[in-house]
């Protein structure tokens, strides 16, 4: 399209779906605003498939896209339509794309239920953006074949530290605990100073490079949180079980959570410290040690992202019923600082 910008006239558009690649010409130079192009060739259709509500207009089955970028309905034949009724949220493989004067045809690849279906808002979502929601078949089988718990061989050749009292701190709704904390003060020469340990899990001891766990995980990078559902980098077996930091599989001495933490913070004399007053002393050493760790960041100017996160309340049902923001509290900020160590 050159440097500039060009803008098709709508009558070339037909043929041209919403991602398309193109070569185009520039028919008329820019006056005000953009210059004309005129589409000349269309070198790569999306790949990807459509989402949209399957509907039937004057007997003729057509999906209106949800992306109102697709600009035009996808044309269904009668055979393409797999169990969906008339209404469904579907997904459209294109089997014929559009011409200059004709529809795009496409076939039904999955239903994805009624528009109002709770959660239905994330199942678009996920597809509409691509983000790899099924484990493949190799990598189910994998991850079945693993065992349930940690057993007596995984623990050879490793330093027993289940004698440090680490304390696992995360959200109230947490399903999987990726780390865990312990601090006690140290000498450092003459000045004072403090020990932090930090114990993650050890995924590589069941995930070996190329495999078809990690394979599916290099495709996902990261799990991906949505309100009330996760879609998780590895089969839940390791992000749940084997790989998260539960009482069963390391000796955790305390499950604690952000709010009670900071808590007992606030208040060492509180009914949250009473409750926890054996651990009293060990938070207090991580406060001390975020507080060291916090100055440090100051002298070196290190940048602190003070943005404010959003956190989603849905109802029963799933919908939508709040946005509110979500307070950070000492207790983030001190695993953040840990985490950063």
Known sequence: A???????????????????????RI???????????RVTEILERPAHPIIGRLLQESGVWIVAPEDKRYGQDILIPAGALGTAK????????????????????????EVLGEVDDPGMEIEI???KYGVPHE???????????????????????????????????????????????YCEPARVGRGKGWRLLVAIADVSH???????????????????????????????????????????VMFSHARFTYTEVAAILANTRGPEALRRKERVADLLNLHDVYRALLAARAVRCAVDFATTETQIVCDESGRIEKIIPRTRNEAHRLIEEAMLA
């Open 2 to 24: 050159g440097q500039a910008d060009t803008c098709p006239p709508p009558t070339w558009m037909r043929a041209v779906l919403h991602k398309a690649r193109v070569r185009a």
């Open 125 to 127: 979502a996920v597809r």
């Open 86 to 109: 008339t209404g469904q949220v579907v997904v459209v493989q294109l089997t014929e794309p559009p011409a200059l004067f004709g529809q795009p045809v496409g076939r039904i690849t």
């Open 206 to 248: 069941y995930v070996e490079t190329g495999s078809a766990i990690d394979v599916d995980a290099y495709d996902r990078a990261t799990s991906v949180y949505f309100p009330r559902r996760v879609i998780p980098m590895l089969p839940e077996k390791l992000s749940t079980g084997l790989c998260s930091l539960n009482p069963a």
């Open 135 to 181: 484990f493949s078949d190799a990598c189910i089988a994998m991850a079945r074949a693993l065992p349930d718990k940690v057993r007596p061989q995984d623990k050879k050749h490793r330093v027993d530290l289940t004698d440090i009292p680490l304390v696992t701190i995360d959200g109230e709704d947490a399903r999987d605990f990726d780390d865990a904390v």
């Open 27 to 37: 028919v008329r130079p820019a006056r005000r605003g953009r210059p004309e192009g």
